[in-house]
T-cell receptor, first 113, second 115 residues
């Protein structure tokens, strides 16, 4: 079953604009991660935010986490055509020694040059 | 190699045949995961290995699916009597234990097509 659900499912913007993707989840988590997937490729880890953190930055990426609302957002600033990809959030709840990231369905981002 | 390696990258098989998919994780990564991704969908967890502990098989969709891992190295995912609904990309990932960084490193996937 899906724990995290991304919104929107698809996003189309012009180069230079900001892109915001949201992730909602249902149960308490230890951390939340964002991944990127180019078409036909594996996933690449972007950023991990722990449950006691509220915001993290990495280059043009900004991730926020609101545990009271069970939601996270990924902001890509000054987007580039090369940012075109699918973006997935993955939630992690450590249970009984298992550490299994559970992925959402992803947001497909298209950045037009 | 430096990354997670999967083979074959593409596999076309006939319904009813068995297939084996292989994953070479990053050296030193004690955790290994198999996920399935159907076209245009998210990742569906299949199985998780952590060191010498018993694997978490809770995501395997049927008894036609099985996986093994030799120590902390190579893993093989086997699908017996393949069905058309098994067509998907099978992704392997490895990670340091959850006491480590926590991020997963993915291979490029094995695309399985069942005719």
């Amino acid at each position: 079953s899906q724990q995290g659900e991304e919104d929107p499912q698809a996003l189309s913007i012009q180069e230079g604009e900001n892109a915001t993707m949201n992730c909602s989840y249902k149960t308490s988590i230890n951390n939340l991660q964002w991944y990127r997937q180019n078409s036909g490729r594996g996933l690449v880890h972007l950023i991990l935010i722990r449950s006691n953190e509220r915001e993290k930055h990495s280059g043009r990426l900004r991730v926020t986490l609101d545990t009271s609302k069970k939601s996270s957002s990924l902001l890509i600033t000054a987007s580039r055509a090369a940012d075109t990809a699918s973006y997935f959030c993955a939630t992690v709840t450590i249970s009984g020694g298992s550490y299994i990231p559970t992925f959402g369905r992803g947001t497909s981002l298209i950045v037009h040059p | 190699g430096a990354g997670v390696s999967q083979s074959p990258s593409n596999k076309v098989t006939e319904k009813g045949k068995d297939v084996e998919l292989r994953c070479d994780p990053i050296s030193g990564h004690t955790a290994l995961y198999w996920y399935r991704q159907r076209l245009g969908q998210g990742l569906e967890f299949l199985i998780y290995f952590q060191g010498n502990s018993a694997p978490d098989k809770s995501g395997l969709p049927s008894d036609r699916f099985s996986a093994e891992r030799t120590g902390e190295s190579v893993s093989t995912l086997t699908i017996q009597r393949t069905q058309q609904e098994d067509s998907a990309v099978y992704l392997c990932a490895s990670s340091l234990s959850f006491m480590g960084a926590g991020e997963l490193f993915f291979g490029e996937g094995s695309r399985l097509t069942v005719l």
